[in-house]
């Protein structure tokens, strides 16, 4: 997906109870503690730290407890497809913290750093299956990145899936 829209969007109002904050030193275990009731991935944590943009790498902690509920990272990473490198990385919510748009807070916050660093065309890679991170992302504006010829099709079953239509105007071509 890239982003084409303008910033700043608006980031919701934080629910009480919880804090927006940068990724500190000492929040490793509990980041890699969150981290992994969404991805599998391993040692991505020294990776996103390495390529977060100064300021760019978030955290939602819950006051109560001091768990961290909520995190995403704007980050330099560049590939052959987005040579510019502006990426929106690694959403991840708690589930039992879900409802409280706490990762729609930290995505917009990201999407916010992107824009704010200058990158022309930021992107994010996700999985067609990521349904609640990929409504999310269209409500910020984020859009279909249809770079191979398989593209289209899988956008308009994520589409379906997520009770939306599709049209070939909602994707961006490279």
């Not at 916050?109 to 999310?136: C, K, M, S, W």
Request: aromatic share 12%; proline share 6%.
């Amino acid at each position: 997906m890239v982003w084409t829209g303008r910033a700043p969007l608006d980031v919701p109002e934080l629910p009480p109870g919880y804090q927006l904050r940068l990724f500190q030193p000492g929040d490793e275990t509990a980041y890699e503690d969150l981290f992994h009731l969404a991805f599998e991935d391993r040692d991505t944590l020294e990776q996103t730290r390495a390529t977060a943009l100064d300021a760019g790498f978030f955290v939602v902690e819950h006051r109560d407890t001091g768990h961290l509920v909520a995190t995403c990272a704007a980050q330099h990473v560049e590939n052959e497809r987005h040579p510019g490198g502006g990426q929106l990385g690694w959403l991840v919510g708690d589930p039992s913290h879900s409802g409280v748009k706490l990762g729609r807070i930290v995505s917009t916050t990201v999407t916010n750093r992107l824009a704010e660093a200058g990158y022309a065309l930021p992107y994010l890679e996700t999985n067609d299956f990521r349904f609640a991170a990929i409504a999310i992302y269209l409500g910020l504006g984020w859009r279909p990145y249809l770079f191979a010829d398989d593209m289209e099709q899988r956008w308009r079953d994520v589409y379906t899936r997520l009770g939306r239509s599709f049209s070939r105007d909602d994707g961006v071509l490279p």
